[in-house]
């Protein structure tokens, strides 16, 4: 029985393992209550993450743009 690491059920759950990495893994969560666990808590994580809505402060973006300016060297026509 192969074992399964944490990046490969990450990878399962993101939808990027191929056709057979797939099976093999569904199959596996089948049959291990472990494994099972993990996926969920890692589903769990993945909620949390996508429900985050965060953005920068308009003081952070001002400094880049100002920085920006200062550093591109301006283009000749």
């Given at each position: ?53 965060e953005s ?22």
């Amino acid at each position: 029985m192969q074992k399964y690491t944490t990046e490969d059920l990450i990878q399962y759950l993101y939808h990027e393992t191929t056709q057979e990495q797939t099976l093999a893994i569904k199959k596996a969560i089948e049959n291990n209550y472990e494994l099972q666990e993990k996926l969920k808590a890692l589903e769990n994580s993945k909620q949390g993450l996508d429900s985050i809505l965060e953005s920068p402060r308009e003081q952070s973006i001002l400094a880049i743009l100002n920085y920006a300016k200062k550093t591109t060297p301006v283009a000749e026509s």
